[in-house]
């Protein structure tokens, strides 16, 4: 295996590792569980990672985009919002994108990331605006229902029932529903503020 190829496979081990180790534990999961669920060892972590927050960041950054991509494709190849919807849920409970939103706030988010959340917003928008437009939605929906329900049903255990879970959630989602939501819809400022750093203590190692 080549240092490239090497490089590679244990970047996608340790975001795996991490995704997973701070979806359970927070922002307190010590460096050391994620590097022995990658497989890695510390001094290869922390060479490409010196801090914990550079490893937050980029875990978030890099599942942002897995999000974005997975939204971008799904609306411009499925025939209609709803379908574009369904599959974008789909793929974002697989990826387990939503997993990270326990570490919200808990470090200093980067222009990067709040320009990746406006863009999703922005598609988020659309699919949801085709899917309403054809009657498959209900209408009081918002992207920030979708994006908070996906954040839950991401940091959900493991086993089937987050796919039992999710097909519950998108009979809920049909056109017309069963009554009103109760309560205010979240808007995407709701979505957007979570990742405005608390300045909280967090451990670092």
């Known amino acids: 295996m080549s240092r490239r190829a090497e490089a590679d496979r244990n970047d996608e081990a340790v975001f795996l590792a991490a995704r997973e180790v701070f979806a359970e534990l927070g922002a307190d999961a010590p460096?050391?569980?994620?590097?022995?669920?990658?497989?890695?060892?510390m001094g290869t972590l922390y060479r490409r990672y010196p801090s914990k927050v550079d490893l937050m960041r980029a875990v978030c950054t890099t599942s942002m985009?897995?999000?974005?991509?997975?939204?971008?494709a799904a609306l411009a190849e499925e025939p209609d919002g709803w379908s574009a919807l369904t599959?974008?849920?789909?793929?974002c409970l697989e990826l387990r994108v939503g997993s990270l939103a326990r570490l919200a706030g808990t470090f200093p988010?980067?222009?990067?990331?709040?320009?990746?959340?406006?863009?999703?917003?922005?598609t988020i928008d659309e699919m949801i605006g085709r899917a309403q437009a054809e009657g498959a939605l209900r209408a009081d929906v918002?992207?920030?229902?979708i994006v908070l329900t996906i954040s839950e049903m991401s940091a959900l255990p493991g086993g089937p029932y987050r796919h039992r879970w999710m097909a519950l959630v998108l009979d809920g989602l049909r056109a017309p529903g069963g009554g009103p939501l109760p309560g205010p819809a979240p808007d995407w400022g709701?979505?957007?503020?979570?990742?405005?750093?608390?300045?909280?203590?967090?451990?670092?190692?």
Request: net charge neutral.
């Open 31 to 41: 460096m050391s569980a994620i590097a022995a669920k990658a497989e890695v060892g």
């Open 65 to 72: 985009e897995r999000s974005m991509a997975e939204a971008e």
């Open 87 to 91: 599959r974008y849920m789909w793929r």
């Open 109 to 122: 988010a980067t222009e990067e990331m709040f320009a990746l959340a406006d863009r999703g917003h922005k």
């Open 142 to 145: 918002t992207s920030a229902d």
């Open 190 to 205: 709701s979505v957007r503020d979570r990742w405005v750093y608390q300045d909280r203590p967090v451990s670092r190692s």
